[in-house]
């Protein structure tokens, strides 16, 4: 079985890495075209650098679902080992294989896989909810194609949506009915866990945001508020993130952005902003990829000695 585990996995990535290579040389041209002056060239290295870093937040937010606790050392080199490696696999076809993989080399942590299901879970729900706070947000607090009054709707209803999330409790006091789903589905992970994983999601996008205005201001010298412009990237990539079968939103996320960006700028300096972030998220992700292969722990991983699991237990099974 770990043998097969084993080459399921070495699969997955050199697929991933043949469908990466691809984009990249499909894009080529038209990423040489862009007018890349010493500004646009500085301000893209230096977002890549930031969104690979800002991955590690994504991964501590996933570990801390897995475990139920604060991971300890060996936990979370294990837990961004995973997650690195298997986040490459988003750009299979399909946009699931990347969860497909910490799936299976979740294992590594000596959980079960209900509760890697419902780390899972946690994740898609987590991430769709803090991009929905932040440009709701944004959208409130700046001007914007989307109204004040639309988007202090969404605010609220992302708030509310956030508490229940957070605490539980709240939510079966407001629906009893729900207490006995709940105690099925997550067990005794609810709480401060999520409430822990929500907030570095928070942070992760609100990072994205930023890296995402700051592009925009780099290539087309539009001098839009930074968040304004990250509102808009994150809606679109919200867009390319629900998509089924887009292979890490891979056009879906670029049509969006050329609808959302229409009176921004013109076509070609929108495309050009798609383009660069598209670009800089690839390498992003395989940056972080090869990074993980810095950790000691071998891979494909075996489960960890009982004493390095430390303060959590597994109370899914």
């Keep these: ?25 499909g894009h080529f041209d038209q990423v040489l075209a862009l007018e890349w002056g010493p500004r646009a060239i500085a301000v893209t290295m230096v977002a890549t650098i930031v969104y690979t870093c800002s991955l590690v937040v994504l991964a501590v937010s996933w570990t801390v679902i897995v475990v139920a606790a604060l991971p300890d050392g060996r936990q979370l080199a294990i ?5 690195a490696r298997s986040g490459i696999a988003k750009y299979l076809p399909g946009n699931i294989f990347h969860l497909v993989g910490r799936q ?6 000596g959980v079960s896989q209900a509760r890697l299901a419902v780390a899972t879970a946690a994740e898609i729900a987590l991430s769709l909810l803090s991009v929905w ?5 944004v959208f409130v607090a700046l001007p914007g194609p989307v109204s004040r009054g639309l988007g ?3 605010l609220v209803l992302g708030a509310l949506a956030a508490i229940a999330f957070v605490s539980p409790s709240l939510l079966c006091w407001i629906a009893p009915w729900t207490a006995p789903i709940l105690d099925r589905v997550v067990g005794d992970a609810r709480g401060a866990e999520f409430g822990l994983a929500l907030a570095l999601n928070l942070a992760f996008f609100l990072c994205l945001g930023v890296i995402a205005g700051g592009v925009f201001r780099a290539l ?5 508020p930074l968040m304004q ?4 990237y994150l809606s679109a990539w919200l867009a390319g993130y629900i998509v089924p079968g887009a292979s890490g939103g891979l056009g879906v996320r670029e049509a969006a952005l050329l609808v959302l960006m229409d009176d921004a700028a013109g076509e070609s300096a929108v495309l050009a902003f798609a383009l660069a972030m598209r670009v800089q998220s690839i390498l992003g992700d395989l940056i972080f990829f090869a990074a993980s292969y810095a950790f000691p722990a071998p891979w494909p991983p075996t489960p ?5 699991q430390g303060r959590h237990h597994d109370r899914s099974s």
């Excluded at 079985?1 to 040389?25: A, D, E, H, K, P």
């Excluded at 706070?133 to 947000?137: D, E, G, I, Q």
């Excluded at 087309?220 to 839009?224: N, R, S």
């Design 1 to 25: 079985m770990r043998r097969t585990l084993q080459w399921l996995g070495v699969g997955i990535v050199i697929l991933s890495l043949y469908y990466v290579g691809r984009s990249l040389v």
């Design 79 to 83: 837990a961004t080992r995973i997650y």
């Design 104 to 109: 299976v080399l979740g294992r590594a942590l």
């Design 133 to 137: 706070l932040v440009a709701a947000a």
């Design 152 to 154: 202090l709707l969404a």
């Design 220 to 224: 087309t010298g539009e001098a839009l």
């Design 229 to 232: 412009v990250g509102a808009v």
């Design 304 to 308: 960890c000695h009982p004493k390095s």
